[in-house]
Structures are given as C-alpha cells and as structure tokens.
C-alpha cells in the first residue's frame, strides 16, 4: 500500500487487514516507519518489532528502518558491543548513505519473510495467507520498491544481495506481490497518484487497485441545493453555509475521482467514505472494512 503522505494509507492499510481476515486469510500489517499508528488505531499497547494480534486472524507488526540497519550489522558482526560502536560511526553513516537502497532492502527484508511458507523467525512459526505492507508515502514509495533491485546490481554479491534479488523476483511477480494506492479525490492526490503507476509501470511491478478515500456524500440533488442556495439569499444561516460547502466539495471530489479513473482505466477503485466522527479508532476501522468488503 503506498499513496501520498496525509491520504489515510495506513488506515487504509489496517481496514484492508480487517476485511481480510473476516474473509477468512491469516493476515498481517507491516507498518514501515520510524513511528507506528496501529496500536492508536487500535488502542493497545505500542506495536513494536514483535508479531502482534490485534484481531481475529489479525496480526500487525512495526519495522523501524534504523532498527533494521542496526540489527542487520549485528548479524554480520560477532559482538553485539562492535555492531553498535560501528552503527553509531560516522564512517557507518557515510557508507549507508553511499550504499542506495541499503536501509530499504533490510527493511522489506522482513516483510518478504514474512510471506514465506518456512519462518526462520520467532512467531510461533506462523505462515501468513497475506502480508499488506504499509510503505512509505509516495515521495520513496517507488525507490521502496526498486531498492532491491538497485541494491543487487550494487552490491554483485553476498548473502545480502542474494535475499535483495529473492526480493526483487517477488515484488515483479504479479502472482505474489501488487500495489494498491491509497488516494484522496483532490487535484494533487490525484496527480501524484498518477504519476506514482507510471513509476510502478517502469519499475514492473503491477498496480492492482486505487483505494480512493475521504469521499464526501452526496447529500443533495441538484434541485435541493438550488433551493438551498435560494434560502440562503434570504437569511443568514451556518447551517445553510456548511450544506453548500459540503455539497461543492463533494461535486469538486467527484470531478477528480473520474480524472482518476480516466487516467488509470482498468484499475479497479474502491470507494471509502469520509467519516464524519470527532475521534478514529478501532470502530471506524471496522466501518471502513465493511465499506472494503461490498
């Protein structure tokens, strides 16, 4: 999942999750940041490094890139104590930042094991019928995914480099791995989103559906808000200003959901309600999933 910063991709990402595993699929939601949201969508304790339910059939778990980073040197390195002095090293730091796709490829390392069918890792060796990868906004979405690649021919060899060419085959492989992008029907979502396929398309890997979210309702005819508008040239009223405010934001969102559709045609688009509530947890979550699951 993968989207312009601010569009509700995680939301998005953790309601999918939801559907999922209400359709029966063993599911989990790899959030990939420095700072997770899941645990205040869901009200419990932080999410961290470790699998975590969060629902029936519903697992989440948090990868924070630097951790990755720090953990990957620990295994190359045979004292703990000798990983951190070098992770904390300004030489370190020079050769992550001279090493493109180094921080990303030990990140969906992760992510690619926990599609596996054989888990090296703890979890009570869980296998997953879906991972939904939560990435980043859509400013590093496309190098997220091209980083293995970039990383192989880098790197030509070693253990690292061959995960990063496993990792490639199965980011490419339109039978394992697809992209849905989470979007808002506004001009600059619309257009980053865009341009986020044409990048998908170069990168080979495939785009499988648009999640549009925040739509606003449809609450009037056309008929309905002639009247109103009527109304308000007669008297002064809030009530009257925010029904006519809202029904030009949901005839503008309208326009841009079609500009959407006309640029990407084919590509499925699941339409999620913008939902009017002063707070967003869980229940919002599971209104969105059941929205998801029509």
């Given amino acids: 999942m993968t989207g312009k910063g ?3 991709k995680t939301t998005v990402a953790y309601a999918l999750g939801l ?7 063993r599911t989990i939601v790899c959030e990939i ?6 645990s205040e969508l869901f009200g419990i304790e932080p999410i961290g490094f470790n699998e975590v339910r969060v629902g029936d059939g519903l697992w989440a778990i948090s990868i924070d890139p630097d951790r990755m980073v720090r953990e990957y040197l620990e295994v190359l390195l045979p004292v703990r104590a000798m990983a951190s002095l070098l992770y904390r090293s300004n030489l370190f730091a020079y050769l992550a930042a001279a090493t493109p796709g180094l921080q990303e490829v030990v990140s969906i390392g992760k992510a690619y094991e926990l599609t596996l069918d054989v888990r090296r890792a703890p979890g009570d060796g869980r296998v ?9 906004a859509t400013g590093h979405g496309v190098g997220f995914l ?20 496993r990792i490639e085959r199965m980011i ?11 979007a808002t029907p506004e001009e600059m979502a619309v257009n980053e989103s865009a341009d986020l396929a044409d990048g998908l398309a170069e990168a080979g890997v495939a785009l499988d559906e648009l ?21 308000r040239e007669r008297v002064e009223s809030p009530a009257l200003d925010a029904a006519i405010a809202e029904a030009e934001r949901a005839a503008a969102q309208r326009i841009e959901l079609e500009r959407l559709r006309g640029i ?31």
């Avoid at 999640?211 to 109304?231: G, W």
Wanted: hydrophobic share 40%.
């Fill in 172 to 182: 490419t492989d339109p039978e394992r791995c697809g992209v849905g992008i989470v």
């Fill in 264 to 294: 990407l045609p084919g590509v499925p688009a699941h339409e999620l309600p913008f939902l009017f509530t002063s707070g967003f947890g869980e229940a919002e979550l599971r209104d969105l999933a059941e929205e998801l699951a029509r």
């Fill in 128 to 136: 997953y019928d879906l991972v939904i990868v939560d990435s980043p």
């Fill in 33 to 38: 940041a420095r700072q997770e949201r899941g």
């Fill in 146 to 165: 091209e980083a293995p690649g970039t990383f192989r021919r880098i790197a030509r060899g070693g253990p690292l480099a061959d995960q990063a060419s």
């Fill in 211 to 231: 999640y549009v979210n925040e739509l606003f309702p449809d609450r009037f005819s056309a008929a309905e808000i002639d009247e109103i508008r009527a109304a």
């Fill in 6 to 8: 601010g569009v509700g």
């Fill in 19 to 25: 559907t999922a595993a209400a359709a029966g699929k």
